[in-house]
């Protein structure tokens, strides 16, 4: 059996309900790998040698029995010192924010990668390609977009076009994004938080009106993209349709406009040699191309019949 290695958050925080990362080793289970599993702090370096401590996991139950059981896992031996590169595939899976101790762990993944081992996203499109920035890539697909920390320009920004969103750079899961008015009395104060003061860079989008009716991530695997999404729609009066904020999830097909933006990028992405990513997209506006650890596959293979996760390790 092939060995593969799962980087990740502590497993019994994993919701195994929405968690696309369960999806990933249930379907690992029944696809007959070697499952291993390490936290990011289990990751080092010895020279020239990436290493980890890690965890063989004994899977309870596949996809067909999906929510069976909370106690869907159990760790067997533990080896400390396994070279990195004895590995078939090593999945990251951690969330950011993506801070310096992601960028030295993508350092040390780095030494990983061979003939014979992949890194899933490879560590230097983890590096590279930022989940908001990314965008940039695409200026006939965004909406008007800034990034600045300078504070005469982002208020000139906010002015030219009236309404706008704010949101930090390395954040996820709709965390520290506004909805900000030329006019609106607090903008200086949000400006302020968001920006520490303009000391840190921040984006800001022209307003989406679209976004009423949700936000769509659609999954591109190996340049081929996925032919459902997840709407991810907002509610009680709120900007933000994340889950993890309360927004409301349905699964659709994907319509003439997602597929004209989602094949532009899956172009782009295939150049880059990233095998995963989920994209999001707001009416007809591209607003960020996710690497790290893109959720909503859970969603779409049980609502819209696709397993994302076997996509994935059918690459291996």
């Known amino acids: 059996m092939k060995k593969i290695l799962f980087i990740a958050d502590p497993l019994k925080n994993i919701n195994i309900y929405s968690d696309s990362t369960y999806l990933m080793f249930l379907t690992a289970h029944d696809m007959q790998f070697d499952i291993y599993y390490c936290t990011p702090a289990d990751v080092f370096a010895v020279n020239n040698h990436g290493f980890a401590n890690v965890s063989q996991v004994q899977v309870a139950h596949g996809v067909a029995q999906i929510h069976s059981t909370p106690d869907w896992f159990s760790f067997n031996t533990q080896i400390n010192h396994q070279e ?7 999945f990251v899976r951690n969330d950011p924010p993506f801070n310096l101790e992601y960028y030295y762990l993508t350092q040390i993944l780095q030494l990983a990668e061979s003939s014979t081992t992949k890194v899933i996203n490879h560590p230097s499109a983890l590096r590279n390609c930022n989940e908001k920035l990314t965008i940039l890539n695409f200026p006939d697909l965004i909406t008007p977009t800034l990034v ?4 005469h320009v982002i208020l000139d920004f906010i002015a030219k076009h009236g309404v706008c969103v704010a949101k930090p750079i390395d954040m996820m899961a709709g965390r520290g994004v506004f909805r900000i008015a030329a006019d609106d009395p607090n903008q200086n104060a949000i400006l ?10 921040i984006m800001v989008q022209k307003f989406i009106p679209e976004v009423v009716q949700g936000d769509k991530r659609i999954f591109i695997i190996n340049g081929e993209v996925v032919s459902y999404c997840l709407y991810r729609i907002p509610q009680n009066g709120q900007i933000r349709g994340n889950l993890a904020v309360g927004g409301r999830g349905e699964v659709h097909p994907l319509n003439e406009d997602d597929y004209r933006i989602a094949n532009q990028v899956a172009q782009w992405l295939k150049e880059q040699g990233i095998l995963i990513a ?5 009416g007809k506006c591209l607003t960020e191309v ?8 859970q969603q779409i293979y049980r609502d819209g019949g ?6 994935i390790l059918d690459n291996v």
């Open 148 to 151: 600045s920390k300078n504070k």
């Open 84 to 90: 990195l590169s004895e590995f078939a595939a090593i």
């Open 192 to 201: 302020e938080s968001l920006t520490d003061y303009f000391n840190q860079t």
């Open 306 to 311: 696709v397993n994302v996760a076997k996509l």
């Open 290 to 297: 996710n690497i790290t650890s893109p959720t909503a596959m």
């Open 278 to 282: 989920g994209i999001d997209v707001i």
